[in-house]
């Protein structure tokens, strides 16, 4: 009886060894990432500045601000990011692109693979961190 328990014993231990190189080997594309939690603060902005200020960003692990024009509703096309942000909370984040009037943005926050570089198909969109902004239409307060 006493062999029987350590055969099972050891097995078990192969077992869990097993799981725990294959964890640690798997490829990034098929492992499901748990990145925690992040959020975004923005405020609509006025046009004719060099890019959007966001008020605040919490990121639970280093990530990036990506955003992106809204077109008939759905988020489109890229057309500013971020440097890279380390964990934690960043206040007034610069984005430089083009802001234009009356244009509806949709900003994103991405958690970075592990190379400092923004790379959409790499890099693990934070869900449920969507935040909307809009350029202001009125261009009046630059003297035009």
Do not use: C
Not at 40 to 45: F, G, N
Not at 65 to 94: C, D, E, F
Not at 100 to 113: H, I, K, R, S, T
Request: proline share 1%; glycine share 10%.
């Amino acid at each position: 009886m006493k062999k029987t328990s350590v055969l099972i014993l050891i097995i078990l231990a192969l077992l869990i060894g097993f799981m725990v190189w294959r964890f640690i080997n798997i490829s990034k594309k098929d492992a499901i990432v748990v990145i925690g939690e992040g959020s975004v603060e923005v405020v609509d902005q006025k046009p004719g500045q060099l890019g959007t200020t966001i008020k605040e960003v919490r990121l639970a692990q280093n990530g990036f601000v990506v955003i992106k024009g809204v077109v008939n509703g759905n988020a489109g096309v890229t057309v500013g990011v971020s440097k890279l942000l380390r964990a934690g909370v960043h206040k007034n984040v610069q984005v430089l692109m083009e802001l234009v009037p009356g244009q509806e943005y949709a900003v994103f926050l991405y958690a970075d693979n592990g190379n400092g570089v923004f790379d959409d198909l790499d890099d693990v969109l934070i869900e449920e961190s969507e935040a909307h902004f809009f350029v202001d239409e009125d261009e009046a307060f630059f003297g035009k």
